[in-house]
């Protein structure tokens, strides 16, 4: 992974988690909760060693659970108060330890970043190459659609030009039988027949609505 400059304190310090091995801010979080952990360990034994002083043997006793109750109360009060000095004083802690201590030097480079420095020029033409393979790639994913929609065409073409072969053969069946049965000139005929038909058209069309208007 590339070197990353100018990134804020805040950052994610990825060169500082692959160089290390481990996120310093999980780090520092897993510091904290350790705090956390053993601050509530050590206040339950304190609280326990206090209600057994306190309650002088008498276990047991009314006494002893109002002691315990007090002790509990007092308990948690301290734990608040420990817990939110020690917060202050890890965010202090933690911006120290960040930015002295989980933090690589500008001239330390990771083994597998060394050959950019060293060759710079490769690394240069690689970005080039990947740039004008995507280059490539796209063109050639154009020129795939672009096949295929003309493939398309084609079979939609095919299809149309078998429809007027089907015509025109019928056509030409019809035409012989025309001139079989001794009918005439078959262009005239079904030219004539052509209007006749259109002429019928308009006059179903015409009793049609007149049916409907007479409903």
């Not at 597998?112 to 240069?124: A, I």
């Not at 970005?127 to 063109?139: G, Q, V």
């Not at 262009?187 to 027949?193: D, N, T």
């Amino acid at each position: 992974m590339a070197r990353e400059e100018n990134l804020p304190s805040s950052s994610l310090k990825l060169y500082e988690t692959q160089f290390f091995g481990f996120t310093p801010q999980t780090c520092m979080l897993r510091i904290f909760s350790a705090f956390q952990d053993s601050l509530y360990d050590i206040l339950l034994v304190v609280e326990k060693v206090c209600v057994r002083q306190l309650s002088k043997g008498d276990s047991g006793g009314p006494d002893e659970e109002a002691l315990r109750v007090q002790a509990r109360e007092c308990n948690r009060k301290l734990q608040q108060f420990l817990e939110e000095r020690f917060k202050q004083l890890f965010e202090r802690m933690e911006a120290l330890l960040l930015n002295k201590c989980f933090t690589v030097p500008q001239n330390v480079l990771l083994p597998e970043d060394q050959p950019h420095k060293n060759y710079p020029q490769d690394l240069q033409e690689g970005l080039k190459m990947e740039s004008t393979l995507a280059d490539l790639h796209k063109a050639y994913q154009a020129e795939v659609c672009a096949k295929q929609a003309l493939e398309a065409e084609l079979e939609e073409q095919k299809e149309v030009q078998k429809q007027l072969e089907g015509i025109l053969t019928w056509i030409q069946e019809l035409q012989a039988a025309w001139s079989k049965e001794g009918n005439g000139n078959f262009q005239e005929s079904f030219r004539f027949v052509m209007e006749s038909v259109n002429k019928l058209q308009k006059v179903t069309k015409k009793v049609l609505i007149s049916s409907k208007n007479s409903k």
